[in-house]
């Protein structure tokens, strides 16, 4: 199943949630949604800086990812919400096997135009 860091920053609202619930209260909901939607929670933080909480969730599919990440958006709990794909090291050692027939664009600055 497809892997995913979801990175959030709490509203107001959300905060004052986390404050009169716990934050362990606020996990076992992610939890539950996460699951609801045939996931799996694999790591749920709480953090400092740009982000709040920082959840890894393995889901289904992208679409599931979506309807997830919508929930949550629209809940009013978080005033921003970023979704990640993630790829483990062997994805990528396929991904870089890969060869498209693609010719990029012509860099002016180094053809002295």
Do not use: C, W
């Not at 107001?12 to 939890?31: C, D, I, P, Q, Y």
């Not at 990440?69 to 991904?95: C, I, N, Q, R, Y």
């Amino acid at each position: 199943m497809p892997k995913y860091m979801v990175q959030g920053s709490l509203s107001a609202s959300g905060m004052a949630g986390v404050v009169e619930e716990g934050g362990s209260r606020r996990h076992l909901a992610v939890k539950k949604a996460v699951e609801s939607m045939g996931g799996k929670l694999e790591g749920y933080y709480f953090s400092f800086g740009h982000s709040d909480v920082v959840g890894i969730l393995e889901m289904p599919s992208n679409v599931a990812m979506a309807g997830l990440a919508a929930a949550f958006a629209s809940g009013g709990a978080v005033s921003s919400l970023v979704t990640t794909a993630l790829l483990t090291p062997e994805e990528v050692d396929e991904a870089v096997k890969l060869h498209p027939d693609y010719t990029p664009p012509t860099d002016s600055r180094s053809s002295g135009r």
